[in-house]
């Protein structure tokens, strides 16, 4: 069975500091895993995906995530956050099968 | 390349009426999905297809039935409307089984439907 969990169900930074957002996933085989984005009111936006290739996947807008096998986790991350960087992340993991899960979601926070 | 388009956007109704949420893609994707948030979630698997014909149950189907005659469309009906079922609809697609495939997910826009 496959299962996402994101360690916070939100986080507020300053504008011009770093961001992470975590992530740990269980999953019985060899994950492909996803960060998304979604503003308010908007639809769903792939920001990156993992799917077996460099552990370093870097995305749009200056996000970038890390597979770590050993840990099982897939945080996100942003050297400097921006105002329009305030919205919900979705952390999604999928397996070899059909079903795909989402985590409950981080809302990130941006402070002037 | 549209993608993967819902409609309605909104939509009102009333305790126990029916209605269907359209979902089409031109992508030629073989799995579609639809899913459900609810406010301050994340979201909730209801019904999948991996391809013309075939269905089946996701976390949270009760309430709705799908059908796959095409592999474009996969509408999602509501039968006797419940205001538990006061929801945002996102519908989704993916290409599997392909090298160049990737499993990108790609989503509608979604449908914000209340029942009152």
């Known amino acids: 069975a496959q299962s996402v969990t994101q360690l916070d169900s939100h986080v507020s930074v300053s504008e011009g500091t770093p961001v992470l957002l975590r992530c740990n996933y269980s999953s019985s085989y060899s994950p492909s895993l996803f960060w998304y984005v979604q503003h308010p009111n908007k639809g769903l936006q792939l920001l990156l995906k993992?799917?077996?290739?460099?552990?370093l996947v870097k995305g749009i807008n200056g996000f970038e995530a890390e597979f770590k096998k050993s840990e099982t986790s897939f945080h996100l991350t942003k050297p400097s956050a921006h105002m329009s960087d305030a919205a919900e992340y979705f952390c999604?993991?999928?397996?070899?099968?059909?079903?795909?899960?989402f985590g409950a979601g981080t809302r990130l926070f941006v402070k002037a | 390349n549209a993608g993967v388009t819902q409609t309605p956007k909104f939509r009102i109704l009333k305790i126990g009426q029916s209605m269907t949420l359209q979902c089409t893609q031109d992508m030629n994707h073989n799995y579609m999905y639809w899913y459900r948030q609810d406010p301050g979630m994340g979201l909730k698997l209801i019904y999948y297809s991996v391809g013309a014909g075939i269905t089946d149950k996701g976390e949270v189907p009760n309430g709705y039935n799908v059908s796959r005659s095409t592999t474009e469309d996969f509408p999602l009906r509501l039968e006797l409307a419940a205001p538990s079922q006061t929801s945002v609809y996102f519908c989704?697609?993916?290409?599997?089984?392909?090298?160049?495939?990737?499993?990108?997910?790609?989503f509608g826009e979604g449908s914000w439907l209340t029942v009152v």
């Open positions: 993992y799917t077996s290739a460099a552990t």
């Open positions: 999604v993991v999928s397996d070899r099968g059909f079903k795909t899960i």
């Open positions: 989704a697609s993916r290409l599997i089984g392909t090298p160049s495939s990737g499993n990108t997910i790609y």
